[in-house]
């Protein structure tokens, strides 16, 4: 449980009072640990995308019995907070901005793309117009454009490579 309070203090995700907060915190994790960051959480499909019922679970226990500043005297190894600077740094990128999405769907977007595009079984197309086709029956309120602009933040960062 340190280690997630850390992790979260770091991703400025310690909060479950709305939604958009839990559903920050999942994709920010997910995305973490697809960072190779392995935090030992196990995310399946589900209606925003990659989700993880423990990760739920353990968050309701600990936040409200922890104070985010109870984590504030352990440190990262640099490895990992250059990770976990990256995770954040995904919300100031300049493609976000033309998505005109909030911080969360923005996460919830590119949580979905990589999720499609490297771990979803089911799906066969694995291409860029595979996943996009799927995001859209899956996630209609996203739109090709924000589609694209995620993909190319996914590829930048590699958390996807462009080639089946």
Not at 30 to 45: A, C, P, R, V
Not at 93 to 105: D, G, K, N, Q
Request: with cysteine.
């Amino acid at each position: 449980m340190v280690l997630l309070g850390v992790v979260l203090s770091h991703l400025h995700a310690y909060s479950i009072n709305t939604f958009s907060d839990r559903l920050l915190l999942q994709k920010k994790i997910y995305l973490t640990q697809e960072l190779n960051i392995d935090m030992g959480y196990n995310f399946s499909w589900y209606l925003k995308g990659p989700y993880c019922s423990a990760l739920t679970s353990t968050i309701y226990e600990m936040i409200p019995e922890f104070s985010e500043n109870e984590f504030l005297e352990y440190e990262l190894t640099p490895e990992a907070s250059v990770v976990l600077d990256k995770v954040n740094q995904l919300e100031f990128c300049a493609e976000r901005s033309r998505t005109e999405l909030e911080v969360a769907e923005w996460y919830e977007l590119l949580a979905s793309i990589e999720y499609l595009k490297n771990k979803s079984s089911w799906l066969s197309d694995k291409g860029k117009e595979g996943v996009c086709l799927k995001l859209r029956q899956e996630k209609p309120q996203f739109s090709s454009q924000q589609f694209n602009l995620a993909w190319d933040v996914l590829v930048r960062e590699g958390l996807i490579k462009e080639a089946n």
